[in-house]
């Protein structure tokens, strides 16, 4: 049963670039959450996706975006991408109906913007 | 907004010490969920809370949802190399469609063999 998994592992941008980060959740699970998590510090809520919709989402600004398919696959766009975009991107993935389910997080992406 | 806080920040101990961090939220909370995340690794799931005052345990780890359900503790009894990583607490607020897990900053947790 394979987990969380995203792709790809490592990317290097450059500043206003833009990127595309994707994700597909374990098997069973329909909702996916975005977070972003700088180097010593917890990860901070992107945006979740439910039914192929925004569900909820964080103080992120609109450079943020995302999209979920109908396999419950997902991808999380940056445009025009700072420094301080640099990060580990997680994926998480739970079953809905939501507050109950814990998240099962993929590996991350880490991004470096330069 | 709602705000997680955790202390200490860092924490440094000889194996077979005890260890405890502590989580507070600037709003009640529906449930609370504890993550550990090993370094290099990502968060990984250890255990939720939804009652007041609920306590649990796993081996030697025990949680602790105050009463309030604004605050929640972990403690670690007579800690092996095994526990090394960061321990994240994660709360939802309670009321209205709130989907967002909040996470403190979390504790690092370092252990002297």
């Known amino acids: 049963d394979a987990g969380v998994t995203q792709s790809p592992t490592h990317l290097i941008k450059t500043r206003g670039q833009q990127v595309t980060l994707r994700c597909s959740p374990k098997s069973g699970h329909d909702t996916v959450s975005w977070y972003q998590q700088a180097l010593g510090q917890g990860p901070q809520f992107i945006f979740q996706?439910?039914?192929?919709?925004?569900?909820q989402r964080g103080n992120f600004p609109d450079r943020f975006s995302g999209h979920q398919f109908p396999n419950y696959s997902s991808e999380l766009n940056v445009n025009a991408l700072l420094l301080g975009d640099s990060a580990l991107y997680l994926c998480?993935?739970?079953?809905?109906?939501?507050?109950?389910?814990?998240?099962?997080f993929g590996n991350g992406t880490r991004l470096t913007v330069t | 907004g709602q705000q997680v806080m955790q202390i200490p920040q860092y924490q440094h101990v000889q194996e077979g010490e005890d260890f405890t961090t502590y989580c507070n939220s600037s709003t009640t909370l529906s449930n609370i969920q504890w993550y550990k995340q090993r370094p290099g690794g990502h968060p990984v799931f250890l255990i939720q809370?939804?009652?007041?005052?609920e306590v649990k345990k796993q081996k030697r780890l025990t949680f602790q949802f105050g009463e309030a359900k604004k605050n929640s503790s972990l403690h670690i009894t007579a800690t092996q190399t095994t526990d090394v990583g960061t321990y994240f607490c994660a709360g939802v607020g309670s009321g209205g469609s709130n989907y967002k897990l909040t996470f403190g900053k979390g504790t690092l947790l370092t252990v002297n063999p």
């Open positions: 996706y439910y039914e192929e919709e925004e569900r």
């Open positions: 809370l939804v009652k007041s005052g």
């Open positions: 998480a993935s739970s079953r809905d109906p939501g507050l109950d389910s814990p998240l099962h």
